[in-house]
């Protein structure tokens, strides 16, 4: 077990984690990035209690979820995640991180994600590298909208990228759109399809969850 933090919560599987809820703009519109040390018990999947509704109006669904390390994501369905996934490898032992991104869609009249939008779902799977129960690691994940895609009239000129990090190594970078929002009312568009004078998302529910229902120990998230 190599060294990790010298100071570290410990988390259990019936714990909520730490989390917050803010009502704000987005905050990861052009970049996205968190790193902690973290030491899992076990990697074992959760199964979530069917119905009822969270604070930014997620519904439990009654099926088999990754442990999540880090999450962000909105009422109207926007998600960053980074999680552990067992099922590739079979054992609650052992997992790889997976990033998943989610757009947004309309909200209903309570807030919660419309069901009839249909929402872009991606991920990126760490491939190749297969993370041990009780060992100490240091991840970091980043997202970023090149400088040049933020002013540009043709979007599909330069592409987001995701970077996955470990114990101070890069391990994954690839092409990974970051999660997109409905067009704000009374926008227009270019013969390019860019919005003109396109403003900032209104003001929402953003929650952020590190580590919910973990077995283990973590150091500070940055």
Known sequence: DRPGPRTFFTF?????????TYSMHWP????FGM???????????LKSTRGGKDDVGGRAD???????????????????EVSFDTRTIG???????????????ETDADGAAASSV????????????VLSSKVWYHVAVRMSRPRISRFSLAPFAA??????F?????????????PQFPDPKGASKSVFGSLVNKPDPEKMLVKISFLPHFDGQAGALY
């Open 12 to 20: 259990g599987t019936d714990g909520p984690g730490i989390s917050a």
């Open 166 to 178: 470990l114990n101070g190594k890069l391990m994954l970078k690839e092409a990974m759109r970051m």
């Open 28 to 31: 990861f519109k052009y970049d």
């Open 159 to 164: 592409k987001d990228e995701v970077s996955i």
């Open 118 to 129: 249909r929402k872009s779902l991606r991920k990126v799977r760490l491939a190749g590298c």
């Open 62 to 80: 009654g099926r088999t979820h990754n442990v999540v390390l880090f999450c962000a994501r909105t009422q109207g369905g926007a998600r960053i």
């Open 91 to 105: 054992s609650s032992t052992a997992a790889t991180l997976i990033v998943t991104v989610i757009d947004a869609g």
């Open 35 to 45: 790193a902690c040390w973290f030491r899992a018990e076990t990697f074992a999947s």
